[in-house]
């Protein structure tokens, strides 16, 4: 019984995600068409701001909350999939931004740009900002891991095997 239980525990837990960073790759973009799509577990994001970077999430519902940790002056925006502005900040901790919006499940999107670039704080007003690389670093925080459609990693597959064919195993010595 107690192979089982081992076997049972070793299967759920190669089923976790892990929490992760992300890191921008090239330019998130600046409208719906072009927001970097973050990992699933993301908790924090890397990357270079010249403009705006805008990424999409999905969400399990609940409080969501993202600090932006920069040298310059920050703004930072959750928006829904249909452009709508569900929080905005700017100079929240000194020039740092903060927002803590109440979600639904869904997807969303977080933008960052520069109060030295502001678009009118709307998604639509960051259709001029262009796509361009470099620039100030940054990183935002985010209380708890992004959700999406996870896809098994080989090496998890390999485990749940292995605690499967214990199981078997253990059966047949009794």
Avoid at 71 to 94: C, E, I, Q, W
Avoid at 115 to 137: I, R
Wanted: glycine share 12%; net charge negative; proline share 3%.
């Amino acid at each position: 019984m107690k192979r089982i239980l081992l076997a049972s525990l070793l299967a759920i837990a190669s089923s976790h995600v892990l929490a992760t960073p992300f890191t921008e790759v090239g330019d998130a973009g600046y409208s719906l068409a072009t927001a970097q799509l973050l990992t699933v577990g993301t908790t924090s994001i890397s990357g270079l701001l010249d403009s705006v970077d805008i990424y999409r999430f999905s969400w399990g519902g609940g409080l969501f909350t993202a600090t932006a940790s920069t040298g310059f002056d920050p703004m930072l925006f959750v928006f829904d999939l249909s452009g709508n502005t569900l929080a905005f900040n700017d100079d929240y901790f000194g020039l740092q931004s903060y927002v803590s919006p109440t979600l639904a499940s869904g997807d969303y999107l977080l933008a960052i740009d520069s109060y030295a670039y502001n678009y009118g704080g709307v998604l639509s007003g960051f259709s001029g900002a262009g796509s361009s690389t470099g620039g100030s670093a940054y990183t935002i925080t985010l209380n708890a891991p992004t959700i999406g459609q996870a896809v098994p990693e080989p090496a998890s597959i390999a485990l749940l095997g292995l605690s499967l064919a214990g199981l078997a195993f253990s059966r047949r010595k009794f």
